[in-house]
């Protein structure tokens, strides 16, 4: 089956001219059919559009160009990334039919590298959430067991890119939203430095927070997608000046010598046992490579989830003020008057989450709350950066669990969000602090659910964070996929 292959694989069969590229998006559309009742990763399908984009990667096959890694290949976008002349809904109802008139960056540099889009996955409402359930769309459910989430926000790509539905995808990253689900779908997910991936197309949420990232079906991808996406955008003011560079030269370097920190406070309440069973079998692989093991502390890691639901929700509801039904989105037309026009547009438009966390953004940012909220948990986000730095005079990479606990079932947390929140808890600091971090899998739960471990690296250390976790990966040699009945 061409759709179980990676990009890798796929470009290989291109160049020797023994598959066409119609046929890979064929044969996804073919498995999409299969699977996507069950799954439900997808807002809008794109087919017709993949086709001819397929059609023109052969034409440049034909006529002999040096194609790139992706040329040909299917992607699946985030419904979060603006598409022109796609609908791009960030799975809101206050969006339920914007069609965007420009290409968000990253997908400009995917279509010049040639890519075909399959189609907008779903989500969270605007990244709010750890498990997509707080789509206004539809539950996106995990391959691996479909009684269970896929994580979140970007739940849809994880949950496509493991079933097969797409051969790999973007997500957005906001507190975790790359790496849980690809922990929870047993695929990869790499969050880059903040600053390293134009955020230029991608509907904020929070502004100093979000970035865009691949999930992926091996390491090996999760570098060819990155060269192309990352690097410097003027049209985006925290993009970082760096030149562009191929993640994909030194994967096959060895990891000798390099020092890798274990976290003393990561052993927290709550952690399952399984969870911490894999992580400390990854550590050992890690060691039998050559790594050096040593401990190193992060003494405010207990507070990031706090400062994260301060900081995030803050950043938010500045950034959704704009969601008014007065220049595009949904409008509620019984308003009598602007006002009541305003309220009724936003709170009809709007799901539960999206306004618990507008309305706690808006409370921080009040007359006579901000010192005593903004303001102190910006102080303390300074502070989990400098513990981070710190830790890196003594280390090279940092390993963590990326979720103290493999997928839990649709609904289970649903109703009491501070539950959610803390699903966070190993994702969030390192948003906090702009670092790039990858999630890889490492092992099952005994109920065969995938648990992942999370490698997190200094600023603008995806090079070799991304040699780390492809020896990591080669070595482990997970090869576990989900066992999602065919019709």
Known sequence: MLAGKAIHELHELLI?????PQEIVEDIFKRIKQAEEKVKAYITLTEEMALKQAQEAENRLIKG???????????AIKDNICTNGIKTTCASKILADFI???????????????????????????????????????????????????GGSSGGSAAAVAADECIAALGSDTGGSIRQPASFCGVVGLKPTYGCVSRFGLVAFASSLDQIGPLTKDVTDAAILLTA??????????SAPMKKEDYTQNLHKEVKKLRVGIVREAMIEGLA??????VEHGIKVLSDLGAEVIEVSLPHLDYAVAVYYIIAPAEASSNLARYDGVKYGFRDKTAKNLFEMYCQTRSQGFGAEV????????????????DAYYKKASQVRTLIKQDFLHAFEQCDFIITPVAPTPAFKIGEKVDDPLQMY??????????????????????????GLPIGLQIIGPHFSEARLLQVAYQFEQALDFKEKPKLEED
Request: charged share 20%; proline share 7%.
């Open 273 to 278: 046992s399984e969870v911490k069973t894999t």
């Open 355 to 370: 306004k618990r966390r507008i309305m706690l953004g808006t409370y921080a940012l009040s007359a006579g709350y901000y």
């Open 100 to 150: 965007p008139p420009y290409d968000a960056t990253v997908i400009k540099q995917l279509k010049a590298a040639g890519v075909v889009i399959i189609g907008k996955t779903n989500m969270d409402e605007f990244a709010m959430g750890s498990s997509t359930e707080n789509s206004a769309i539809q539950i996106t459910h995990n391959p691996w067991d479909l009684e269970r989430v896929p």
């Open 422 to 447: 803390l699903s966070d808890i190993f994702t969030i600091p390192i948003n906090l602090a702009g670092l790039p971090a990858i999630s890889l899998p490492a092992g099952l739960s005994k109920d």
């Open 229 to 238: 996406i990352a690097g410097h955008d003027p049209n985006d003011s925290t």
């Open 65 to 75: 160009e040096n194609i790139s890694f992706l040329t040909g290949i299917p992607l």
């Open 16 to 20: 020797k001219k023994e598959i066409r």
